[in-house]
Every structure is written in structure tokens, then in C-alpha cells.
């Protein structure tokens, strides 16, 4: 929820108030109660202080208003104490602990437990407390920086004693030396129209919007470069370490692919959608010998998923039949002119429809109609249908 400033600060400093009395009279539920009804999800880009090694990269919304809410909470805990020249820190650990026992699955509070813990040197509570957040939680970028942080700091002779599950094995990867090719082929496009490398759970960073921008724009936008140079620096720091290739240890090795050692990942590459990977890796060389994060050719894979068109209403997508009206057709056949047909040429697979059907979306059909296979040669269509029109007469025609 986005809040104007000015109303932002009243209703802070008067929650700050009724916390702060209601505290002191000893009426700790209901302070609780007041900390509670704020809104913790502000969009300001300030604040960010020491807990992010490179604020101005950092791009990750999911990360921004999770650290956002927990950084609010802070200011809440820091009051106790404020009033007395005894220890602070044991009170507003304890305070946080009893806000945890009434809310048990208030993530801002258990994350902000585990900084506080971390802060104070108490590095194994810290883990603990970071585990049950991400527990409730997966693939939450913020709590993975906790653990992370945290993990670093555990000395060595405490982590030989301690039994890491996968993801937390993976947090400590030295990943220098490793690439993934996804952030230099992917494009997928989502209902809103944003533009993602990968599995948004995964990476989750929009490189664009394709209702606003063009297919250059979106490709070598700022932040697809980021992502690349990320990849190419081996800190891989917008993936989740629950990634599958990360997690499993399947990333290729950059000297594999620069030396065209590709046999090997065949194997993976079958679990993926493309067929052609080994000849899609191979031109992507120069980009990695040079550490180029601008791309002159791609998208290599293309998943649209920008249409919910669809004739059915399957209770696990949907709960009413939804289909574009004329003015979203309107637009959707703008982003087919702007965006994706100038894409064609470089396609090597198309998935579509990551939403809604191919052949019951007038605009999914134009985007069909428009794969001539003299023209555009290598390029192999995957279909994800409900199958209704595969041989009927599609939705709006006659
Ligand atoms: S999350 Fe995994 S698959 Fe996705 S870009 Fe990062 S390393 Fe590649």
C-alpha cells in the first residue's frame, strides 16, 4: 500500500505515541495491537543503512519492502529502554521474543529478532531465528540475506557442528567461476506485462514492461544488464540459492562453455525446454569472454504469458471466464508490433500461453499466424492448451 509522506509520518508518530503509552502503562497487548495496525509496506527507496552491501543496485522490490517493514519495527523496539541508562539490548530482545509469542508468524518481528541477535554477537540464536522466518517463507530474497550474513559470520569451529539442509549448503557457494545462461536468453512475460530472466520466485527483478516499453528497451534495459553482470561476476546476488541449478550443483563452468567443453550438460540441458542449448551457449561466448552485459542478439527463449484470454474457467487459474476487452486488444496488439514480433527472428522456442489460451486469445493468434516457418526457420512453437480450439473454430470468429 502506498501512503503519501506527510500521512505517513502523522500516523507513525501518532501510533509511536499510543505504543509508547500503552507500553509504559504496562498494557503490552495492546501495544502489540498498535504496532500492528500500521501498514509496514512503504515504496521509499531510503533507509536502507549497512544491510545491503550496494543499495544502489539493489532491485529487488520483494527484498525492498521486506527489509522496509522490519526496519519500521525497529524503530518501535528502539524506543524501549530510551527512557533508562540500564542495558538496552537484553529489553528489546525480550520485547521482540514476546511480540513473536503472540504473533508466531509475524516475519518482520522474527527477521528483525534475528539482526538483533546477529548485532549482538549472539550468532547461533540469530540462525535459529532466521531458519523459522525463511521456514515460513521460501524464496523471500530478504530472509536468505539474513541467513546469509549470518552464516558468514558463524565461526569455523561452530559450522563443522552444525547440520545445514541444501539451501543453507548453498548459501555459502563460491560461486565465482560459474554462469548461467538465462539472464542472456530468457524473456518472459507476465500478465502485468513485466519482463523476467527467469522464475520470478527465483530472480525476482522485472527487466521491463512490455505495455511500455520496446523489445530493445526491455532486453538491454538497466537491469537486465545488472542481471547479466551478476551472472558474469559469479556474486549471483538477485538469484535465490533455492534455484535448482544453484541448490543441486548444476551451474555450468564459464572455462566449460568458453571452451566449448559442452557435451557434458547435455544431460541438463534435456530437463530444460531447449533444444538447442549447446548451439545457444556456444554464441553466447563472446559475450562471456568480454564480460559483455549488452546484448545484440536474443532473446533466445520466449514465454508469453501476457494475455488471460482463455474459454474456460478452471478452478486452479480462475473463478470466472475473463477475456480481454477492446481496449486491452488494442493495446495487446501494440506490444505484438512494438515488441514481440521484432523478437521473431531471434527465437529459438516460444512457449505459449503462459496465461490464458493460445487459441482462444485473439492476440495469441496473431502472434501464430505471424510464425512463417520460411522465414523464421529455427524457430520451435511449444503449446500449453486447454485443447478446446485446436480443431474448432476459435472464441470471436465466425
Ligand atoms: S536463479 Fe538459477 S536458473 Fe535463474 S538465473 Fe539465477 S542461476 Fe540461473
Redesign the pocket.
Same mark, same amino acid.
Given at each position: 500500500m502506498k501512503i503519501k509522506n506527510t500521512d505517513r509520518s502523522r500516523q507513525l508518530e501518532a501510533c509511536r505515541t499510543d505504543f509508547w503509552k500503552s507500553y509504559k502503562a504496562g498494557r503490552i497487548r495492546d501495544a502489540f495491537e498498535k504496532i500492528r495496525s500500521i501498514p509496514m509496506f512503504y515504496s521509499e527507496p531510503e533507509g536502507f543503512g549497512d544491510l545491503i552491501d550496494n543499495p544502489a543496485d539493489d532491485i529487488r522490490p520483494a527484498f525492498r519492502a521486506e527489509h522496509d517493514g522490519c526496519e519500521l519495527l525497529r524503530t518501535f523496539t528502539n524506543m524501549i529502554g530510551s527512557d533508562s541508562d540500564a542495558d538496552t539490548v537484553p529489553a528489546r530482545l525480550r520485547f521482540l521474543r514476546e511480540l513473536i509469542r503472540e504473533f508466531p508468524d509475524w516475519r518482520f518481528a522474527i527477521n528483525l529478532l534475528a539482526l538483533m541477535l546477529f548485532e549482538n554477537g549472539e550468532y547461533r540464536e540469530a540462525f535459529a531465528a532466521a531458519k523459522t522466518s525463511y521456514d515460513l517463507k521460501e524464496n523471500c530474497p530478504f530472509g536468505e540475506h539474513i541467513l546469509r550474513k549470518i552464516l558468514r559470520k558463524l565461526s569455523a569451529d561452530t559450522l563443522p557442528g552444525m547440520v545445514l539442509n541444501r539451501l543453507e549448503q548453498s548459501l555459502l557457494l563460491d560461486l565465482r567461476g560459474f554462469i548461467?545462461t538465462?539472464?542472456f536468453t530468457n524473456f518472459e512475460v507476465w500478465r502485468t506485462g513485466e519482463v523476467f530472466? *527467469?522464475?520470478g520466485a527465483?530472480?525476482p527483478v522485472s527487466i521491463g514492461n512490455v505495455f511500455e516499453q520496446s523489445a530493445d528497451e526491455i532486453w538491454n534495459s538497466p537491469e537486465a544488464r545488472e542481471l547479466r553482470r551478476s551472472?558474469l561476476d559469479g556474486d549471483?546476488r538477485? *538469484?535465490?540459492r533455492s *534455484?535448482? $541449478?544453484?541448490s543441486s550443483g548444476l $551451474?555450468m563452468k564459464k572455462s566449460d562453455l568458453i571452451e566449448e567443453n559442452l557435451e557434458k550438460y547435455d544431460k541438463l540441458w534435456g530437463i530444460l525446454v531447449y533444444k538447442k542449448a549447446r548451439e545457444i551457449a556456444k554464441s553466447l561466448t563472446p559475450y562471456f569472454v568480454k564480460n559483455e552485459t549488452r546484448m545484440a542478439e536474443g532473446p533466445h527463449f520466449v514465454n508469453l504469458a501476457h494475455d488471460y484470454t482463455c474459454n474456460l474457467y478452471c478452478p486452479s487459474c480462475r473463478s470466472e471466464i475473463r477475456a480481454a476487452d477492446r481496449e486491452r486488444r488494442n493495446k495487446l496488439n501494440i506490444v505484438r508490433d512494438r515488441v514481440i514480433l521484432p523478437l521473431l527472428p531471434n527465437i529459438r522456442e516460444l512457449l505459449l500461453a503462459g496465461d490464458g489460451d493460445p487459441f482462444a486469445s485473439q492476440h495469441y493468434r496473431s502472434i501464430l499466424k505471424a510464425l512463417d516457418k520460411d522465414r523464421f526457420p529455427d524457430l520451435r512453437l511449444s503449446v500449453l492448451t486447454n485443447g478446446m480450439f485446436v480443431y474448432g473454430k476459435p472464441m470471436g470468429t465466425t
Open positions: 548461467c538465462k539472464p530472466v *527467469c522464475c527465483w530472480v551472472v549471483f538477485y *538469484c535465490s *534455484c535448482a $541449478l544453484i $551451474l
